[in-house]
Structures are given as C-alpha cells and as structure tokens.
C-alpha cells in the first residue's frame, strides 16, 4: 500500500515493513506486513538453495555416477570371488572324496583277499582234520574262532563274493560331480566392502572323510571285520601249532613204546606204502604272502605224517595178550628144563595156562603164513605182521584160519588145546623178530595199556 507524504515524518506502525523507493524528487514508499515479508524472503532463499544445488549437480554428475559404478563393481566382484571359492571348495572336497573313495575300495579288496586266503587255509586245515590224532582245531577255527571281535559275522561281500565294482551305498557316500570347467576372466580383485566380507573357507557343513577314525560308522566296520580276520587268523595259527604239538608228543609217546619192545621207528619207515609212495615236482613255498604259514603247515603235515606211520606201525606189533582175563604164565620164555626129555633147552616162547576150547586171538594185524600141523608146535598158527615181525600160536585144538588171510587185532585164529608136544591144555606163543624168537612177555606187557595209548 502506498503511504501519503504527509505521513512519511510521522511515526510508522511495527507491523508493516516500508520500503522506500525515490526517483528523482518523486519519492514512493510501499508497507509491507511482516508475514509477508518473512515469507517471501523464505521462499527466495529455498529458491536459491534449489538453484545452487542445481548447479552443484550440474558439475559434479559424472564423478558421482562414476563412483557408483565402481562400488557397484567391487560389490559384483566380491560375490564372483565368493563364488569361486565356493566352487573351488567343493572341487577339493570331491577330490578328497574320490580319494576316500579309492582307499577304501583299496582297503576292502585286501580284506576280501585276506578272507579268501584264511578261507583257502581253512580249507588246508579241515583236510589235515582226519590226520590230526583226535584234534578237531580245524572245525573249531572254520566256525567259530576265537576272535577279538567275536560274535560279529562277516559281511557275505567279503567271504563269499568279490563286487568288480563298489557302489556308493558300499563306500557309504557318493563323489560330488565336478563342477564344469569355466575360463575365468580378468578382472580386479577389490576387497570386499564391511558389511560382506569375504568368506576364508566355506565347503560342505558336516563332511567327514570316510577314512576319518572313530567318526564313521564305515570305519568302525572295516576295523571289525579287521579284529574278526585276524582273530580267524590267530585261531588258525594256534590249530596249526596245536596239532604240530599233539603229532609230536604222539610220535613220542609211540617211539617210546617201540623203543621198550625192543624196535625202533626206522623199522617201519615203509609201514604204509600209500602214504610214503609219493613224488612229483619241487615247487617251493612262496616268500611272502602265505609263505610262513605254508612253511609251518609243510612241518605239521610232516609231524602228521610222521605220527601216522608209527600209529600204523604200533598197530603193527603184537602189543596185547593172545588170550583173554588174567594171564597166568606156566613157562616162560628162554631156558628151561624140558619136560618130556628133563634136560636143559630153549624154550622159544611162553605158555599161557587156559581151557580147551578157549579162543586164541591174534595180536596184531597181519597175514596168516602158515595153519595147520608142524611138529612139537602140533597145530599151530604163524602171521606176519611185516617189518620182520611174526608171531606163532601152537597146541591149537582147532584152526579157524587160512594161509593167506588177513587178519586184525583180536581176530580169533583157533581154539586152545595140547596138540603137539604138550602136557595139558594152554596156548604156545611167540614173538619173532627177523626170524628170531623174543620174549614175548615185553610186548604182552603192554596188554590193557595199548587202548589207554590210542586214545590220548
């Protein structure tokens, strides 16, 4: 509003703002209210805040795009980086688990190898079974060896079969697919920003190599089945050394008795041809391998053989009483008075006091060659035992035998009698060696003991 000149030296109101405007000598002076005024003054300075910040963007837009994008661009390279290594992670980790993989395909192929050769020697051992002197280590160690990790059997893959290929379900995991193989480009390798930093390892949560002991059930397995074979293995062993050691005292127990009857074991190195008939190649024992258990295994059959032939030869000598009950010697055997001529002579071999009629068996096994009557002997019965060894039973009543029949221990060759030169009913009987007559009293000695041997 326009204020009168009459007005412009009296006082002004406090409401209003008054600007004065003079042009030559004409002067004009407008009031303004105060709201007004502040409002517009607000307002010219927003405006010229807004065209400053115009102008500000104006100059600096493209070094503020260009930062931007090169945030944006270590943003984009730190997740490529992550993501490399997360590829790179798993590569090792498929790597690691190929390995595993292999090693335990490795490790059960020499379990199953392992169990085939035990299997082979269980094999060797059952068939030494019937050799072994009343030892049944074999049957033992084929069903039920004394192992450590007794009671857990043995996966039917590693005693029955061989797999030309393990599947996963076997190794317990299956290998992760490599990841497919990419060039990877140049670029800058910026730090990641605070809030993403960079990951140091990341893989797979929960991995655990199989191999890894006491984490797997897959480890604890193959350890079981390894406790079980080598128990198998220790059972095997300790059969082997028990029936190395049962064939030696055996073979001491029956050289001792040889030794007593006036024999020795060389004798009767040829006591049973189809056991000692034997050749063929000279192929030795491998090293290594199997070769130490071969090697013992040469050395038990040996034993066995060895007590074998003397079991056969002790069966072989005329250890037991040709008669049965008590035995009551009426002459013995060496020099005597005779006594149908009451001079001195030889008495070639015992009699033994029995009835008419009573059964005289045979001592030992052998063939009948001679039955019927010589001389002072009467009715006499002489077998061979072979190895130089005869016996003779004479006075016979009857002959139930024949030349040329074989005959076993017990068997009964004829009935006692006084044939012969003879004063009443008994048996003569002799023991020849090489043709010479024994005291046939050292070998009837053993009568009742010989069973009692046999079966230790």
Same mark, same amino acid.
């Given at each position: 509003?326009?204020?009168?000149?009459?007005?412009?030296?009296?006082?002004?109101?406090?409401?209003?703002?008054?600007?004065?405007?003079?042009?030559?000598?004409?002067?004009?002076?407008?009031?303004? *209210?105060?709201?007004?005024?502040?409002?517009?003054?607000?307002?010219?300075?927003?405006?010229?805040?807004?065209?400053?910040?115009?102008?500000?963007?104006?100059?600096?837009?493209?070094?503020?795009?260009?930062?931007?994008?090169?945030?944006?661009?270590?943003?984009?390279?730190?997740?490529?980086?992550?993501?490399?290594?997360?590829?790179?992670?798993?590569?090792?980790?498929?790597?690691?688990?190929?390995?595993?993989?292999? @090693?335990?395909?490795?490790?059960?192929? #020499?379990?199953?190898?392992?169990?085939?050769?035990?299997?082979?020697?269980?094999? %060797?051992?059952?068939?030494?079974?019937?050799?072994?002197?009343?030892?049944?280590?074999?049957? *033992?160690?084929?069903?039920?060896?004394?192992?450590?990790?007794?009671?857990?059997?043995?996966?039917?893959?590693?005693?029955?079969?061989?797999?030309?290929?393990?599947?996963?379900?076997?190794?317990?995991?299956?290998?992760?697919?490599?990841?497919?193989?990419?060039?990877?480009?140049?670029?800058?390798?910026?730090?990641?920003?605070?809030?993403?930093?960079?990951?140091?390892?990341?893989?797979?949560?929960?991995?655990?190599?199989?191999?890894?002991?006491?984490?797997? @059930?897959?480890?604890?397995?193959?350890?079981?089945?390894?406790? +079980?074979?080598?128990?198998?293995?220790?059972?095997?062993?300790?059969?082997?050394?028990?029936?190395?050691?049962?064939?030696?005292?055996? +073979?001491?127990?029956?050289?001792?008795?040889?030794?007593?009857?006036?024999?020795?074991?060389?004798?009767?190195?040829?006591?049973?041809?189809?056991?000692?008939?034997?050749?063929?190649?000279?192929?030795?024992?491998?090293?290594?391998?199997?070769?130490?258990?071969? +090697?013992?295994?040469?050395? %038990?059959?040996?034993?066995?053989?060895?007590?074998?032939?003397?079991?056969?030869?002790?069966?072989?000598?005329?250890?037991?009483?040709?008669?049965?009950?008590?035995?009551?010697?009426?002459?013995?055997?060496?020099?005597?008075? #005779?006594?149908?001529?009451?001079?001195?002579?030889?008495?070639?071999?015992?009699?033994? *006091?029995?009835?008419?009629?009573?059964?005289?068996?045979?001592?030992?096994?052998?063939?009948?060659?001679?039955?019927?009557?010589?001389?002072?002997?009467?009715?006499? %019965?002489?077998?061979?035992?072979?190895?130089?060894?005869?016996? *003779?039973?004479?006075?016979?009543?009857?002959?139930?035998?024949?030349?040329?029949?074989?005959?076993?221990?017990?068997?009964?060759?004829?009935?006692?009698?006084?044939?012969?030169?003879? +004063?009443?009913?008994?048996?003569?009987?002799?023991?020849?060696?090489?043709?010479?007559?024994?005291?046939?009293?050292?070998?009837?000695?053993?009568?009742?003991?010989?069973?009692?041997?046999?079966?230790?």
């Amino acid at each position: 509003m326009s204020v009168p000149n009459s007005m412009c030296h009296a006082p002004l109101p406090r409401s209003f703002y008054f600007l004065t405007v003079s042009r030559g000598n004409r002067t004009r002076t407008v009031a303004v *209210r105060v709201a007004l005024a502040r409002t517009v003054m607000l307002l010219s300075a927003a405006f010229g805040l807004l065209g400053l910040g115009a102008i500000l963007c104006l100059l600096f837009h493209d070094d503020l795009v260009a930062s931007l994008m090169a945030r944006q661009s270590q943003m984009q390279y730190a997740y490529e980086d992550r993501i490399d290594a997360l590829r790179s992670e798993l590569q090792q980790q498929a790597t690691r688990q190929t390995r595993d993989q292999a @090693s335990v395909e490795t490790k059960l192929h #020499d379990l199953m190898s392992r169990a085939f050769e035990l299997e082979g020697r269980n094999a %060797v051992l059952a068939s030494l079974a019937p050799r072994s002197l009343a030892l049944q280590a074999p049957r *033992r160690v084929a069903s039920d060896p004394p192992a450590p990790g007794a009671g857990v059997p043995l996966p039917k893959a590693v005693l029955g079969q061989r797999p030309a290929t393990l599947p996963p379900s076997v190794i317990g995991f299956a290998p992760l697919p490599p990841a497919p193989d990419e060039t990877p480009s140049p670029k800058p390798h910026p730090e990641a920003d605070s809030d993403n930093p960079r990951p140091e390892a990341v893989g797979p949560v929960g991995h655990v190599s199989a191999l890894e002991p006491g984490r797997t @059930s897959l480890s604890r397995q193959l350890a079981t089945v390894t406790d +079980t074979l080598d128990g198998v293995e220790q059972a095997q062993v300790g059969a082997l050394m028990h029936m190395g050691s049962a064939a030696r005292q055996e +073979t001491a127990r029956l050289s001792a008795v040889l030794d007593d009857v006036g024999l020795t074991p060389e004798r009767f190195r040829r006591v049973a041809p189809a056991a000692t008939d034997v050749g063929g190649p000279f192929v030795p024992l491998p090293e290594a391998g199997d070769g130490a258990f071969g +090697t013992a295994m040469a050395k %038990v059959q040996s034993s066995l053989l060895a007590a074998a032939h003397l079991r056969h030869a002790v069966a072989q000598v005329p250890l037991v009483s040709p008669v049965g009950g008590s035995i009551e010697v009426t002459s013995p055997f060496g020099a005597r008075i #005779d006594p149908f001529l009451g001079r001195p002579a030889l008495h070639t071999g015992v009699d033994l *006091r029995e009835s008419f009629g009573v059964g005289a068996k045979a001592t030992a096994a052998g063939r009948v060659t001679f039955a019927g009557a010589l001389g002072g002997y009467g009715n006499m %019965v002489e077998i061979d035992h072979g190895n130089g060894l005869a016996t *003779r039973y004479a006075h016979l009543e009857a002959i139930l035998v024949s030349v040329g029949q074989t005959v076993a221990r017990g068997d009964v060759v004829g009935e006692v009698g006084a044939t012969g030169r003879a +004063t009443g009913p008994h048996l003569h009987y002799e023991v020849r060696i090489d043709g010479e007559p024994v005291d046939p009293m050292r070998f009837i000695a053993w009568n009742g003991r010989i069973a009692a041997l046999s079966a230790q």
